[in-house]
């Protein structure tokens, strides 16, 4: 009896435990939505007074980057075709421009974040202080340095170029993901504990943006590219270990650069975050 009473209670727990994985398995996945233009709501940056976006426009701006930046500044250019009273100038340079607007130029060497440091180091020291100056790693940046390294070194060197352009506001930007594996068989992969395409390398960017967001949210300006990434038109997250967030694949034309979806999300956010730092 008691030997019955014993298998019957696995056999119970067995069917429990298929449930719970059968769920996660078929439950929808935020990860691999498809996301349209149209879905992306701009109506944030027509709440923005006019005199803010005037007051942006006169200022200096220097944005150093690689190809992902590039995406967001072809959504600035779509954006601002369809709004004319964000009237940003914006072109390309090596460096801080004399004239109000935001300059833009690859900066660095891709999976060598240290060059990038530099390369932007120099290019503050080349020209006027700018008004606001911005540094984006790509999503290739990750391995080069354990996070915490990378992010004290890129802390140091904001802290001394602070020091030496007291009148620039330096605005933060976190790491931008990729898209990862999605669907039942990517899910069943990782409740086997094998590897999963794109869940290593999105941990490693994952906990940089945790260092960032825990020393600059809140008390200076940051543009939070990878939450833009992970966010979908409902709110609803692409995630993966439960809290790791990931591209959303509608935001993403190859797994790392953006759509035109994810252009226009992420240069809705970047001139939200710019329009704010401008006040």
Request: with cysteine; glycine share 8%.
């Amino acid at each position: 009896m008691k030997l019955r009473r014993f298998l019957a209670g696995i056999s119970v727990l067995g069917l429990l435990a298929c449930a719970a994985a059968a769920a996660v398995l078929l439950r929808p996945d935020p990860a691999g939505a498809s996301i349209t233009p149209q879905e992306v709501d701009l109506s944030p940056l027509d709440r923005i007074p006019a005199a803010a976006w005037d007051r942006l426009a006169a200022r200096r701006i220097y944005f150093a980057h690689k190809s992902v930046g590039d995406d967001i500044v072809a959504g600035i250019e779509q954006i601002r075709a369809a709004r004319p009273q964000i009237s940003l100038a914006v072109l390309a340079a090596d460096g801080p421009g004399e004239q109000p607007g935001m300059t833009h130029c690859q900066n660095g060497t891709n999976e060598d974040p240290m060059s990038k440091i530099a390369a932007f180091s120099a290019g503050l020291e080349s020209g006027p202080a700018p008004d606001i100056a911005i540094l984006k790693f790509c999503y290739v940046d990750y391995g080069a340095l354990p996070p915490a390294e990378l992010f004290a070194a890129y802390k140091a060197a904001i802290d001394s170029l602070r020091s030496r352009n007291p009148g620039t506001t330096f605005i933060h930007v976190t790491m931008p993901l990729t898209h990862v594996a999605s669907g039942p068989r990517a899910r069943l992969r990782a409740l086997l504990g094998r590897d999963v395409t794109g869940y290593s390398q999105n941990r490693v960017r994952n906990e940089y943006n945790r260092l960032l967001r825990a020393e600059y949210s809140g008390r200076e300006p940051v543009f939070d590219l990878a939450r833009t990434e992970s966010t979908l038109p409902d709110g609803r997250r692409a995630t993966f270990d439960s809290d790791q967030e990931c591209m959303a694949a509608g935001y993403t034309s190859d797994g790392g650069h953006l759509s035109e979806a994810g252009r226009l999300a992420a240069a809705r956010d970047f001139l939200l975050t710019l329009a704010g730092a401008a006040e």
